[in-house]
């Protein structure tokens, strides 16, 4: 079945949609080649990708519908909600790409007084943890630390959704 992923801003503004499937296990379904299986409603619009508006974080309309909670960033859709569902003390974004978590997307975090956790898959985290300092030296104001989680639970490529699934499995 495919999902459509909306990026909605914290204006409620929708972005772009991002259409992946999944097979029943809850894995990419892939091409031949090995990519996965993605579309953006643009395209099956038909319309004109050039006219597509700029992505925003999945999850971003969420800040502004609860601005107490503190954010949790990590890299996919999929592992943003069931991160959600196992740990609803956070307001859980994705950045859709481990290179979209950059400092020029964090620019509608200008002024967040909270806390952001970033939680990073097992193959991505020396990266994410590189790139949180320097978004630390670039927005001094902004409390963004690395979460080490994966680190001690995850295994290969593993991300948060795929450690807290293999749990429920064991």
């Known amino acids: 079945p495919a999902v459509v ?6 204006r409620y503004q929708i972005h772009r949609g991002k259409v992946m499937w999944y097979k029943p296990d ?9 990519h996965g299986m993605i579309k953006s409603m643009w395209q099956i619009l038909g319309r004109n990708r050039e006219q597509e508006p700029d992505m925003c974080y999945f999850g971003q309309h969420l800040i502004s519908l609860h601005p107490n909670k503190p ?8 592992t943003c909600i069931i991160a959600s569902y196992a740990i ?3 307001n859980w974004i994705a950045t859709m790409s481990i290179n979209n978590f950059q400092t020029h997307r964090l620019g509608f975090l200008q ?20 790139r ?6 670039l927005m001094p104001e902004l409390n963004i ?6 680190r001690r639970y995850g295994q290969g490529k593993e991300d948060l959704a795929d450690v807290f699934l293999r749990w429920g499995r064991e």
């Open 5 to 10: 992923f909306w990026q909605i801003d914290e």
């Open 26 to 34: 809850g894995h990419r379904e892939k091409y031949p080649d090995g």
């Open 71 to 78: 954010i949790a960033i990590v890299e996919s859709e999929k």
């Open 88 to 90: 609803e003390d956070y």
């Open 111 to 130: 002024g967040y007084k909270g806390d952001v956790y970033v939680f990073p898959d097992c193959d991505g985290f020396d990266a994410w943890t590189e």
């Open 132 to 137: 949180t300092a320097i978004i630390k030296r």
């Open 145 to 150: 630390k690395v979460n080490s989680f994966i």
